[in-house]
């Protein structure tokens, strides 16, 4: 029996970074890892029958959910199958000695990472992630940023893309994503209120891009964040 299973690689980097937040400062660090321990595109793992077994029931209610195509409202179960199914397969995956490079075949099975410390290759691109952490809510623009660090625009977006791995802007939606995250889960206040603390004055844009980055809307997140556990509500 042979099944196959595609994943989205920005997904499943998105998903490192989540999960290992406390070792990475940002998400170019969780795709270094993701290089390193998964080098090829494509591995053949054999599980063996009982653990195939196991696994088939998740993998066909995946497949169900995404007869109609993309549905937001069953993201988080979709997400909950696959992480069962990886559970069950990620042990079994190496990475070919053929295929690492110098550098990577120091570890040839996959494990947490390791404790270390990460900078930027810049002092600029540090100083202005810095700037855009310290005040989310600003709007910022690319030449006002560029020219705190005494850099032009395109100085700045090619030194902070090498530091970062995305433009200032995009580095500025992801901390405001973030942000709104921890306000959701730690206050009561609204939607709107929160979109607009952290820099969006357009609630219905804030939830496009919250969408983006974190795979649900707003309201979707807080009720999945906040929902009281079945022992209290029986």
């Excluded at 029931?57 to 909950?80: C, H, I, K, N, T």
């Amino acid at each position: 029996m042979t099944t196959t299973i595609y994943l989205d690689r920005d997904y499943v980097i998105d998903q490192v970074f989540w999960q290992f937040a406390a070792q990475f400062c940002d998400r170019h660090n969780a795709r270094d890892f993701f290089d390193a321990h998964y080098s090829t595109p494509a591995q053949i793992v054999r599980i063996g029958e009982d653990r195939a077994g196991m696994i088939m029931p998740w993998l066909d209610e995946l497949v169900s959910l995404s007869v109609d195509g993309p549905q937001p409202e069953r993201f988080l179960r979709a997400q909950a199958l696959l992480f069962s199914v990886l559970d069950v397969v990620v042990p079994f995956m190496t990475t070919p000695v053929s295929k690492a490079s110098a550098g990577r075949r120091g570890t040839m099975v996959p494990a947490a990472p390791r404790h270390r410390q990460f900078s930027p290759l810049r002092v600029e691109a540090r100083h202005v992630a810095q700037l855009i952490r310290g005040d989310p809510a600003r709007q910022w623009t690319v030449p006002e940023l560029a020219g705190a660090v005494h850099l032009s625009p395109s100085q700045l977006r090619r030194v902070f893309v090498v530091a970062f791995g995305k433009a200032p802007i995009a580095y500025l939606t992801m901390v405001r994503t973030e942000r709104m995250a921890h306000l959701l889960r730690s206050t009561v206040f609204p939607v709107k209120q929160i979109a607009a603390e952290v820099g969006w004055a357009d609630a219905d844009f804030a939830a496009r891009q919250f969408r983006r980055g974190l795979g649900v809307t707003p309201t979707a997140y807080r009720q999945f964040v906040c929902a009281p556990d079945s022992d209290d509500t029986a």
